[in-house]
Each structure stands twice: as C-alpha cells, then as structure tokens.
C-alpha cells in the first residue's frame, strides 16, 4: 500500500479527471502486486508438520481447490475481469477502466469467463460420476 501510495503522489500531475482516482490507485496497485510477485520468493518452514495443520473454515478443501484450479486455469483476460468484479466489486465500467476497455468486452469476457467455469464444474461432475 505504501509502494502504491508513493508511486501515486509522485505521479498525482498525470492524474487528469479526479473521479478515475480509484480505479488509477487501483490500477497503481495491481501494477506493484504483480511487481512484488516478480521478485518475491516464499519462505517454507521446515520444521512445520502437515499434520498439525488444521482448516477450521467448514468448507470443502476439495471444492475449494476445484475452483481456485478452474479460475487458475481461465485465461489471464478472463480471470482479472472475473476477479475484479468478484473480489474487488467494481463495476463493470469500473473494470474497463482499469483495464483499458470498452464496457462490452468487460462484459463479454466476464460471460466468457463464467461459461468456462460451469463447464469446469460439469467436467469435475462427471469425473467423479454425479451430476451438479
């Protein structure tokens, strides 16, 4: 956030129409989070044991991965629109905003989108031989 901030103040004079500022800030932001993945390294702890690891969240791992693995899996121009709108709430005028677009291929890559992960789903459900 700071990063975000400081690259913002320095470049407040490009700013040209004072309503953009959030989707500018937030366009500031993605830019450095995917500058700090670039460079950014996990650290693992050796001595943490897998058993000792509990999820007391009360959803389904499995479906949980199922769908972090489809959305993984969508196209990156379908998956940032998707994850926008999903997580971060904006609009779809929001959206092409930040990402430079009209409206309507906001629109179309946002249906896209959620056809391919219906038909993950359906995949998923005939592999393990039900129906969803």
């Known amino acids: ?22 989707s500018w800030l937030y366009t500031i932001l993605r830019n450095e989070h995917a ?27 499995a479906q949980e991965l199922e769908l972090r693995d489809a959305v993984h899996k969508l196209p990156p121009a ?10 971060g709430g ?7 905003q930040i990402m430079n677009l009209t409206e309507g291929a906001v629109m179309t890559r946002l249906t896209r989108a959620r056809i391919a992960l219906r038909r993950a789903d359906g995949n998923v459900a005939a592999r393990k031989g039900g129906a969803r």
């Open 1 to 22: 956030m700071q990063e975000t901030f400081a690259r913002a103040w320095k470049s407040w004079d490009d700013l040209r129409d004072d309503k953009a500022a959030k």
């Open 35 to 61: 500058r700090l993945f670039e460079r950014k390294r996990l650290d693992i702890d050796d001595a943490q044991e897998l058993d000792q690891i509990v999820d007391r969240s009360g959803r389904d791992p």
């Open 78 to 87: 379908y998956r940032e629109p998707l994850l926008l709108q999903a997580i």
């Open 90 to 96: 904006y609009s779809c005028a929001e959206i092409a």
